[in-house]
């Protein structure tokens, strides 16, 4: 790669999905790139690791894309290696198994009566005594579903994912991730599920997923071997340590390798997959202060997995579970038998992978290996799981910035970073840390082939890839659960902006919701007066109310009038409290435009 | 403060925003006036003494008794309305904040 012939150099930074994708294009297309990988194995985040021949993922990967490209990409390369898998995932909560997405018969049946009518009074409560302000996680799914169904479903997972408290995760992002679900809903399609079946029927999760037999590794590692093949080299245990730039080129890298030996790499094209923040810390030389002090501000949640080897056929049919209890501190369970039976060599064995989702340097995260399997077989065993005596064998896998973390300012610091990086166009950042992007393998993959593809001439903005676009089928489910998968990230609470301050003083009321309350109120007390004095009876019961015929027409102190005195009531009731509702707001309305003109904000009445 | 701090969604937005009744804080009010309006009622009525050709003191409100028991329109009286009318009232404003509150997420959905 240091000899000088005329064809296209380009260095990859990174053998994961994005960094084997644009290699593997690029080779496709004549480029002969070279891709440096600092671990000893490919496949980044979605590696398989193998064990005494069990193999584990970083988390469950499931291949599935609405990218027709990139699942004919897939299908080519692995094409027959592929499974297609029942799945099943349930939440585990104080020793019970929750179908997931949640279903309401199940969901009654496991909790028992007393704790379902304990729910409905929380939900009651949480009707009459919401929350003034929805401005974090907890007050958000509280107004709507309660505390008690808040507490069981939605507090401890989110909590032990994320690692911030519920209070502490603004609201929007509960209401983009559950909007479409509510408890009248769930009621209903428990009650009669076939007027649910429009379009805004909450959908059950893709039932089934495209799964290698070997894992996700399989694929990247196939990959990898197409690239030799090809005469592309993939160096493992290499990593980048300088980017070398002059001017608005970066001309090379240097890596270095297991045994501490340095190489210069000249380059026309660098890839990088590696983390952004990383990025701007090898730079030589080095990037202007607020892009570095941006990127040195960019947030990772870490993940740790512990394997453990179980002396047992068959432990649940689920292929990951969601542990809820908050007793224990693992978070997501996986069962990898259930992914592919293809992973576990000793069929009388099984292989459990316990997710802990922790921060890079914590405590559990410096726990000495043998001190985390015993913390597993201890957790497994408190949850009911499995038998520890029973676990033969353990390992741990430590994934450092598994999830980039969206906080307060992380938009205003990857504009800073880009501010840099743009002004470099032989410099391609593509990829999940790359771009400090929340994306699966496949929108890793199109920024990939975009970058690629851009080598080549075309000018596509690997930057426009649509991570958001929620997954159909997931996107319901997930909203569901409100606690996991793999798109939206939390952000914190903020403080309220001057529109929600004005908002807050000055909200209107809703003159139907008023004179529908005040209907129905006023519908009540009159059939109950007049009931209430039906039922006393004597001589002359009711005269004095019996006046009430004066304006309201057909009423008098029978069983009859109390209905049409019902009627009545709720109609003035109704015209009552609309009216009133609608004095609120026209004087409040009044009051606003006065402020807003006072501050020179506003020329004409309010629009 | 001015124009330009604001985009024109968010410039939409003011005054956009539907107020939820608390139904603790609409009990209590109502609760605090119902009582004071039924105590105020009868105890006026026992200043003012018979009107009329009436020996009786307020034979209309007291009527309420049919709805009260125990209540009359006397001092004693006064103070069982006191606590009828509390209780009324606060029962009617919980009730009134519970179902604006249901109507209002609702109709929001
Ligand atoms: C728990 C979990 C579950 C997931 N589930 C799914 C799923 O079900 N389906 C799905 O499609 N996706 C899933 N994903 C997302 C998926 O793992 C990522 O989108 C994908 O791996 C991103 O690929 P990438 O190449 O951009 O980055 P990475 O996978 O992070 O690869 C980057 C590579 O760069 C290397 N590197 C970094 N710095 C250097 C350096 N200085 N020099 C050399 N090499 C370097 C790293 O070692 C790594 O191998 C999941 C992720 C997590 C955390």
């Known amino acids: 790669m240091n000899s000088t012939d005329s064809k296209v150099r380009c260095v990859i930074i990174g053998g994961g999905p994005a960094g084997l994708t644009a290699a593997l294009e690029l080779s496709r297309a004549g480029v002969e790139p070279i891709v440096f990988e600092m671990d000893k194995q490919v496949g980044g985040i979605s590696r398989t690791v193998d064990y005494k021949g069990y193999r584990f993922d970083i988390g469950g990967h499931r291949f599935f894309t609405k990218v027709d490209r990139v699942h004919s990409w897939w299908m080519d390369i692995l094409s027959d290696e592929f499974l297609v898998r029942p799945r099943l995932s349930r939440i585990y909560y104080q020793g019970k198994f929750f179908d997931y997405p949640l279903k309401p018969k199940n969901a009654l049946l496991n909790v028992g009566l007393m704790e379902a009518i304990l729910v409905g009074l929380s939900y009651l409560k949480a009707q009459a005594f919401p929350y003034r302000e929805e401005k974090n996680l907890e007050q958000w799914v509280t107004n709507r579903f309660g505390k008690r169904l808040f507490t069981m479903f939605f507090k401890t997972y989110t909590e032990k994912v994320w690692g911030m408290k519920c209070t502490e995760i603004g609201a929007d992002w509960a209401a983009q991730r559950i909007k479409n679900l509510n408890l009248g809903k769930a009621a209903l ?56 730039r002059d001017g608005e080129q970066v001309i090379g890298v240097t890596v270095v390798d297991g045994d501490g030996n340095e190489e210069r790499f000249d380059a026309d094209h660098v890839i990088s997959t590696m983390p952004i923040k990383d990025l701007l810390n090898v730079m030589d030389p080095a990037p202007p202060v607020d892009a570095l002090e ?28 969601y542990i809820h209890s908050p007793d224990v501190k693992v978070g997501r369970i996986q069962n990898f038998g259930n992914w592919s039976p293809y992973m576990i060599p000793d069929k009388s064995t099984s292989c459990i992978g316990l997710e802990y989702f922790v921060q890079e340097g914590d405590e559990l995260w410096t726990a000495d290996d043998e001190a985390l399997i015993e913390l597993g077989k201890k957790e497994t065993a408190k949850l009911g799981l499995i038998d520890p005596d029973k676990v033969i064998d353990g390992v741990v896998i430590r994934m450092p910035k598994a999830y980039p973390v969206y906080d307060h300012g992380y938009k205003e610091n990857i504009d800073s970073i880009r501010g840099y990086t743009d002004k470099i166009p032989n410099l391609h950042l593509i990829g999940r840390n790359g771009q400090h992007r929340y994306n699966n393998q496949d929108h890793s993959m199109v920024t990939a082939m975009y970058a690629a593809e851009n080598i080549l001439g075309a000018n596509h903005d690997v930057w426009d890839v649509n991570v958001e676009e929620e997954y159909h089928e997931e996107a319901h489910a997930e909203k569901g659960h409100g606690a996991s998968g793999e798109r939206l990230v939390p952000q914190r609470v903020r403080e309220a902006s001057p529109i929600e301050i004005l908002n807050d003083a000055f909200a209107k009321y809703d003159p139907v919701a008023l004179g529908g309350a005040l209907g129905t109120m006023l519908g009540f007390v009159v059939f109950l007066a007049t ?29 009859a009038g109390s209905l049409v005195g019902a009627l009545w009531g709720s109609i003035f009731g109704y015209i009552i409290g609309f009216v009133i509702a609608v004095g609120i707001n026209v004087t409040v309305s009044i009051h606003l435009g006065k402020l807003l003109r006072r501050l020179g904000v506003l020329d004409g009445p309010i629009g | ?94 009730v009134l904040a519970f179902v604006y509150n249901l109507i209002v997420v609702f109709r929001k959905r």
Not at chain 1, 298 to 315: N, Q
Not at chain 2, 11 to 30: E, H
Not at chain 2, 45 to 58: A, K, M, Y
């Open chain 1, 189 to 244: 399609s428990m009650l009669a599920p076939k007027l649910l079946t429009g379009k805004n029927q909450i959908t059950t999760l893709i039932e089934e997923f495209y799964y290698p037999r070997l894992g996700p590794g399989q694929m990247w590692e196939r990959v990898t071997d197409m690239l030799e093949e090809r005469g592309c080299p993939v160096r493992l245990e290499h990593r980048v340590k300088t980017i070398h």
């Open chain 1, 531 to 559: 009931a209430g004095l039906l039922l006393k009876g004597g001589e002359d019961a009711g005269a004095t109310l019996a006046l009430l015929g004066n304006y309201f027409p057909g009423y008098n102190v029978t069983w």
């Open chain 1, 294 to 321: 941006a990127a040195n501000r960019l947030r990772y949640r870490d993940f740790l997995t512990v394997g453990l080897v179980i002396d047992s056929p068959e432990l649940f049919p689920d292929n990951w579970i």
């Open chain 2, 1 to 94: 403060m001015n124009k330009e701090h604001f985009s024109e969604d968010e410039w939409k937005a003011i005054g956009q925003a539907i107020a939820r009744l608390r139904a603790s804080v609409m009990a209590v009010t109502f609760g605090i006036v119902g009582g004071l309006m039924l105590f105020v009622a009868t105890t006026w009525l026992l200043i003012l003494g018979p009107t009329g050709d009436s020996e009786h003191v307020g034979p209309t409100l007291g009527l309420l008794a049919n709805f009260f028991p125990g209540y009359s329109v006397s001092w004693s009286g006064a103070v069982v309305g006191l606590f009828y009318g509390a209780l009324s009232g606060a029962v009617s404003g919980f």
